[in-house]
C-alpha cells in the first residue's frame, strides 16, 4: 500500500517562499511517477507539476512556470515543490500523487494520493 505524506504548508507574504515535502512510504519512489496539483475553494484539483521515474522529464503548469520547481530524493523517498515568488493566487491545498505508470496532467492519472497541504499567500 502506496502512502504519501504532504508537509511543508503555510502562510506566507506575497512574494516569499515555500518548500513543500511528500514523503513516500509503502514502495520505492524510484518506480513512482510523482506530481502536485493544488485545489482552491470551490475549484477544480488542478496541475502544478510532474516528474517521471528518472526525473529527467518535468513539466509545470504555466502558472507556476519559472517560479516554482519539482525535485525528488530517492534516497530519502521525498518529492519536494520548491515555491517561489509566491502569489495570493497561488493560495490552495496543495496535494502530491504517485502512479507507477507515468506523470499526467490530470487528476485521473494517478493512483495514489497524499492528504494536502494548506498554502495561503497574502497579499
Known amino acids: 500500500q502506496v502512502q504519501l505524506v504532504a508537509s511543508g504548508g503555510g502562510l506566507v507574504q506575497s512574494g516569499g517562499s515555500l518548500r513543500l515535502s511528500c514523503e513516500v512510504s509503502?514502495?520505492?519512489?524510484?518506480?513512482?511517477?510523482m506530481g502536485w496539483f493544488r485545489q482552491a475553494p470551490g475549484k477544480e484539483r488542478l496541475f502544478v507539476a510532474g516528474?517521471?521515474?528518472?526525473?529527467?522529464?518535468?513539466d509545470y503548469a504555466w502558472s507556476v512556470r519559472g517560479r516554482f520547481v519539482i525535485s525528488r530524493d530517492d534516497a530519502k523517498n521525498t518529492v519536494y515543490l520548491q515555491m517561489n515568488g509566491l502569489k495570493p493566487e497561488d493560495t490552495a491545498v496543495y496535494y502530491c500523487?504517485?502512479?507507477?505508470?507515468?506523470?499526467?496532467?490530470?487528476?485521473?492519472?494517478?493512483?495514489?494520493w497524499g492528504q494536502g497541504t494548506q498554502v495561503t499567500v497574502s497579499s
Open positions: 500523487a504517485a502512479d507507477v505508470r507515468g506523470y499526467g496532467s490530470s487528476w485521473y492519472d494517478y493512483d495514489y
Open positions: 516528474i517521471n521515474h528518472s526525473g529527467r522529464s518535468i
Open positions: 509503502g514502495r520505492t519512489l524510484s518506480s513512482l511517477a
